[in-house]
């Protein structure tokens, strides 16, 4: 038997943990946890409009050139821009085969007889569409400045101040924040259960992570825009 006939009747271990229900939730953890990390890099990193433009634009230079000379110019920000990419795909693509196989295997009776689920729950769905939409938009605000008229590249704090001058950007972006909130929440609860991390003991304490972490990261980055909104930062 040759070695293709062999593998083409036994898949591989990663191949079946990929098919399997079980490894499309550990996907969605692992992913989930990642871009958690960076969404908590992200908003400390925010928060230094607080500070003037001088400490915000010295930061954004910053992470341009870390890994130098190793790394070339800004090549650190593509490989994590990749890294989040792959990271989003996988979140996304596994949230959607898992509620297609989660629909298949529901009987018609239960639709009506099942328990309502959390409002975090039910709109888990409906808040990744929200945050997809949102990442393309905030790209082409911030990141590549198309859709914001008066940006200039290199001076993010006054592209912020422009961006949160406007009143449509500042609804975008209010109700984006307040979605992930919601996301956040459900997603680190479900993401320690996929992971074995809860347990009788450890419930309390990870539900009580999940709001402060929700709460804290909704609070952080919604700050900015309501700071540009009032004044605050200008």
């Not at 409002?119 to 949102?134: K, S």
């Not at 940006?151 to 009143?167: C, D, K, L, M, S």
């Not at 950007?169 to 259960?193: K, P, T």
Request: charged share 15%.
């Amino acid at each position: 038997m040759t070695t293709a006939t062999r593998t083409a009747r036994h898949p591989s271990t990663l191949a079946t943990l990929w098919r399997s229900t079980v490894g499309k939730k550990a996907v969605m953890a692992v992913s989930g946890l990642a871009m958690l990390l960076y969404l908590v890099a992200h908003m400390l990193g925010n928060l230094k409009v607080f500070f003037g433009p001088d400490d915000l634009n010295g930061y954004a230079h910053w992470l341009r050139t870390i890994g130098e000379p190793f790394l070339r110019y800004e090549w650190f920000l593509w490989i994590a821009r990749f890294g989040l990419l792959a990271a989003a795909v996988l979140h996304g693509v596994c949230a959607y085969q898992l509620s297609r196989r989660d629909l298949a295997a529901r009987p018609s009776t239960y639709v009506h007889q099942r328990r309502r689920a959390s409002y975090a729950t039910r709109t888990m769905r409906w808040g990744g569409v929200i945050l997809a939409l949102f990442i393309v938009w905030h790209v082409l605000d911030l990141t590549t400045l198309t859709v914001n008229p008066v940006a200039e590249h290199g001076h993010p704090y006054q592209n912020i101040v422009a961006t949160f001058g406007r009143w449509y950007s500042d609804v975008i972006y209010i109700v984006a924040m307040l979605a992930l909130g919601l996301h956040v929440r459900h997603g680190f609860w479900s993401a320690a259960q996929t992971l074995g991390a809860n347990n009788a003991r450890r419930d309390r304490a990870l539900k009580l992570a999940a709001n402060t972490l929700a709460s804290v990261l909704t609070a952080g980055f919604l700050s900015v825009p309501l700071a540009v909104m009032t004044g605050v930062v200008k």
